[in-house]
């Protein structure tokens, strides 16, 4: 089970529509709370080099980046599935 989110928390805050326009390959963004936000891929490959790139070129402020893991429960469902 691939992990296809990427955590970011930026200091200078773009909206979403700023975020989907801007990064190549986003399906979705959803916003955590102040500058934190969980951008979701359908390829990860390069995304996170995708995101630092687009961030530096805006002034965006990248304080912290980091792919997800998948949680307890995507991996209990994914399976669940299979089975059947």
């Not at 089970?1 to 773009?14: G, K, Q």
Request: charge should be positive; charged fraction near 35%; hydrophobic fraction near 40%.
């Amino acid at each position: 089970l691939t992990p296809n989110t990427i955590f970011v928390r930026l200091l200078e805050m773009p909206s979403v529509e700023d975020l989907m326009k801007k990064i190549e390959g986003i399906e979705s963004v959803e916003e955590l709370g102040g500058p934190n936000y969980r951008l979701k891929f359908a390829d990860m490959k390069g995304a996170v080099e995708r995101v630092v790139q687009v961030s530096v070129k805006n002034n965006w402020r990248i304080d912290e980046i980091r792919a997800e893991k998948s949680s307890m429960h995507d991996i209990f469902s994914v399976m669940s599935k299979r089975k059947k």
